[in-house]
């Protein structure tokens, strides 16, 4: 088949786009994408036989119109026009739209070209839009009608004709409030490309560690991700343990820029918080190859219980311990795979704890790293999962 996927950004901002798009076209489907582009990309390319087509946008116009959609809809028409010429031009035959932002243009479109719809929900979005601090801004808060994006899925989940989400748990979740039927379900999690992965070089000198113990955070930054609960943590080790280092590599949250930039600056653990802003991913592996913890400290919500983060399986691949909160994906997977430990989302003493208990046992930190990579190997990866997918496409 031809399968036409939609992202509401660019093609690599999320590594499951790219990975299932690839899944799909070793399986020997036709793989159109439509994306956006805020910079200089070329508009159309192949990339790992997967075409894609690029939309320019100023990022700051899409993200205004983006923020307002539920009560100025001309994103949604905008799209629902674009996606509709895009299945008219490229002869789609199965329409695969990422996130629930785009349900409701790419139902419009569909239903105009009469294709089929899988829809694919890379997170509990109705409730994960409420944390976000720059929907909470006057004036954005009295447009975004944030409490609409409950109706958003109760309409537009019923018009699919398959739903991808990232666990079984948020599966049941949305079998039991909608009344869905549940093979209409494929379960796909975040889970990574082992061979890209493991066939980028380790640079063993990408930071000057020196006598460093390191503490690495990869991922947005933003108080809903934790990280403040991490510098919290830091203060409570690093006066018994000067040499410990928390490195965090991410963009942050512009709402919360200033507050992030002021937390880090403090006398106390200034000398203590390396901060990059971002990283390419050829460059994660050797991030976290000289780390001795790896970190996924995101608070407990209805959001974080939908399913694991990439960073967490990343982290895995690479053969490092972890330490996580107790949101339910990732307790889960420590129990099952016995690679880290697990502290109170939003305690720091309780993290400060559990990373002192690695801290003070190198073969333990050895054993959940093995442990962690071993798991990923046999499980948790793009091939296994990605015979999901492929099933959901062979049964359409």
């Known amino acids: 088949m031809i399968v036409g996927m939609v992202v509401d950004n660019e093609y690599t901002n999320d590594p499951r786009v790219k990975n299932e798009a690839i899944l799909l076209a070793r399986a020997g489907h036709t793989v159109r994408v439509l994306c956006l582009s805020y910079g200089n990309k070329s508009l159309n390319e192949i990339v790992d036989n997967v075409e894609i087509f690029r939309i320019k946008i100023s990022r700051k116009i899409k993200n205004f119109l983006f923020a307002v959609m539920n009560t100025l809809p001309f994103y949604h028409y905008w799209w629902a026009r674009k996606i509709s010429n895009f299945i008219q031009n490229q002869q789609i035959d199965v329409l695969h739209a990422h996130d629930l932002y785009m349900a409701r243009s790419a139902a419009k479109a569909v239903k105009k070209k009469g294709i089929k719809l899988v829809l694919d929900l890379h997170e509990n979005y109705p409730y994960a839009v409420l944390g976000y601090k720059w929907a909470q801004k006057f004036p954005i808060n009295l447009l975004a009608r944030l409490h609409n994006w409950q109706l958003v899925e109760k309409n537009y989940l019923e018009k699919a004709d398959r739903i991808i989400v990232l666990s079984e748990d948020y599966r049941n979740i949305l079998v039991n409030k909608y009344n869905i039927p549940i093979d209409f379900f494929t379960v796909f999690p975040n889970v990574p490309d082992i061979n890209e992965l493991l066939n980028f070089e380790i640079n063993e000198r990408i930071i000057d560690k020196g006598n460093r113990f390191l503490l690495f955070y990869f991922g947005g930054i933003s108080e809903r991700r934790g990280i403040f609960t991490c510098i919290d943590a830091l203060?409570?080790?690093?006066?018994?343990?000067?040499?410990?280092?928390?490195?965090?590599?991410?963009p942050v949250d512009k709402a919360e820029k200033n507050q992030f930039l002021k937390a880090?600056?403090?006398?106390?653990?200034?000398?203590?918080?390396?901060?990059?802003?971002?990283?390419?991913?050829?460059?994660?592996p050797s991030y976290i190859h000289v780390s001795?913890?790896?970190?996924?400290?995101?608070?407990?919500?209805?959001?974080?219980?939908?399913?694991?983060?990439?960073?967490?399986?990343?982290?895995?691949?690479?053969?490092?311990?972890?330490?996580v909160s107790d949101c339910k994906p990732q307790m889960e997977l420590i129990d099952e795979a016995n690679c880290g430990l697990v502290f109170e989302s939003g305690n720091p003493l309780s993290l400060a704890n559990s990373i002192l208990t690695l801290l003070n046992n190198e073969k333990l930190r050895s054993e959940m790293g093995q442990n962690g990579k071993k798991h990923i190997i046999s499980k948790y990866n793009n091939e296994k999962f990605g015979e999901n997918l492929i099933a959901l496409y062979n049964n359409l």
Not at 264 to 284: A, D, G, M, R
Not at 318 to 323: D, K, N, T, W
Request: net charge negative.
């Open 235 to 250: 203060k409570l080790i690093i006066e018994d343990y000067p040499m410990v280092t928390l490195l965090l590599i991410g």
């Open 264 to 284: 880090i600056s403090k006398p106390e653990v200034k000398e203590h918080i390396i901060y990059i802003p971002w990283s390419n991913i050829e460059w994660l």
């Open 292 to 323: 001795d913890i790896c970190l996924s400290p995101i608070l407990k919500n209805p959001q974080h219980e939908s399913g694991l983060a990439n960073k967490v399986f990343q982290y895995m691949l690479i053969e490092r311990p972890l330490v």
